[in-house]
């Protein structure tokens, strides 16, 4: 079983990425998909979440209207559009998969917001 993000690096405020987090080894649409991140100092928190085929979403309050996530059952990836990023959402993301006692992690991709 293995999640391999990618998409992440320094971007201007403002700016915008879009992460990707292709799975390997795990039937995709049996999961759920998520996104967390963890910036230095603080506890990893749920950043944005998506039932098995696209349905369910969530969105914490503080990416609300700049984060989506999607998700392409046919390539077994997840993604999370990243727009008017801002220095705070600096921190290290994560994808990760679950279904009931199942859970798998990513290794994390930096995303860097500055000027």
């Known amino acids: 079983v293995q999640l391999v993000e990618s998409g992440g690096g320094l971007v201007q405020p403002g700016g915008s990425l879009r992460l990707s987090c292709a799975a390997f080894?795990?039937?995709?649409?049996?999961?759920?998909m998520r996104w967390f991140r963890q910036a230095p100092g603080k506890e990893r928190e749920l950043v944005a979440g998506?039932?098995?085929?696209?349905?369910?979403?969530y969105d914490a309050d503080s990416v609300k209207g700049r984060f989506s996530i999607s998700r392409d059952n046919a390539k077994n990836t997840v993604y999370l559009q990243m727009n008017s990023l801002k220095p705070e959402d600096t921190a290290v993301y994560y994808c990760?998969?679950?279904?009931?006692?199942?859970?798998?992690w990513g290794q994390g991709t930096q995303v860097t917001v500055s000027s």
């Open positions: 990760n998969a679950k279904r009931n006692a199942y859970e798998y």
């Open positions: 080894g795990f039937t995709f649409t049996n999961y759920a």
């Open positions: 998506i039932g098995s085929f696209g349905t369910s979403n």
